[in-house]
């Protein structure tokens, strides 16, 4: 077989030694594959077929033709062996883990990022569960609000009163409050909080940092289509 087709049947089961899942017989535009669609290509290819050097695994259709996928065979690659240099199918093969390499690293990254989405919605989840499913509300004070409400408006005047350069983390004030009601919940205290803003009483505003580097999701809040993370007074004027 040592002709002029040789040197392109060696560099296609070169390839072909690679890529056990197969390739394209022929290659196309944006596809790669073991040969090119010139005649004599097309040619070596026939004759890689006819004398088991290839075989072809499965077919895919492209557009309106049909193309082949081919792999080595046995035979194959012992002619490869017997007959082209061990240096360029080392080079073939280094060129293929280079490749598998950068894919695989680009799913790692792929579902690291996934993963770190999928904790943040778990917690916002979590979250909104806890506000749904709750115990009934504890006893309202003698002007109609629970009594806790009143400390966390306290709080909150005190906080601005100190000159504080930043907003109140709500974990902070779900704190404060749990002084003067132990039994708070959760789910109670996000709605006096609402209640407390619809009354245009406080501020909230939401957390602008990556929804993955929040710290105690449970206490965040939801507010139309933000996630609320911090309170201040509203006063008038």
């Known amino acids: 077989m040592a002709?002029?087709?040789t040197p392109l049947i060696l560099e296609a089961?070169?390839?072909?030694?690679?890529?056990?899942d197969g390739l394209y017989l022929h290659a196309s535009k944006g596809a790669l594959g073991l040969f090119a669609a010139s005649p004599a290509a097309r040619q070596?290819?026939?004759?890689?077929?006819?004398?088991?050097?290839?075989?072809?695994?499965?077919?895919?259709?492209?557009?309106?033709?049909?193309?082949?996928?081919?792999?080595?065979t046995e035979k194959g690659l012992a002619y490869l062996i017997a007959q082209a240099s061990p240096k360029q199918v080392i080079e073939d093969?280094?060129?293929?883990?280079?490749?598998?390499?950068?894919?695989?690293?680009?799913?790692?990254?792929?579902?690291?990022?996934?993963?770190?989405s999928l904790a943040s919605i778990r917690a916002v989840a979590e979250r909104l569960n806890s506000s749904a499913i709750r115990p009934p509300e504890p006893a309202p004070s003698a002007n109609g609000s629970p009594g806790w409400v009143a400390d966390v408006v306290s709080r909150l005047s005190n906080w601005r009163q100190t000159g504080a350069s930043s907003d109140c983390p709500l974990p902070d004030l779900y704190r404060s409050a749990l002084e003067s009601t132990p039994k708070l919940t959760v789910g109670q205290f996000h709605d006096g909080l609402r209640k407390l803003h619809d009354e245009e009483r406080i501020y909230l505003h939401p957390w602008t940092g990556p929804l993955c580097d929040l710290p105690e999701p449970s206490l965040a809040l939801l507010v139309g289509h933000e996630i609320a993370y911090y309170a201040s007074i509203r006063t008038s004027g």
């Open 13 to 20: 089961l070169s390839r072909a030694a690679a890529e056990p």
């Open 3 to 5: 002709d002029k087709s």
């Open 93 to 116: 093969f280094i060129r293929a883990l280079d490749a598998r390499q950068g894919q695989l690293n680009s799913v790692v990254d792929a579902v690291r990022q996934m993963h770190s």
């Open 44 to 72: 070596a290819a026939q004759r890689c077929k006819n004398e088991g050097l290839l075989q072809s695994i499965r077919t895919d259709i492209r557009g309106k033709s049909v193309a082949e996928i081919c792999a080595i």
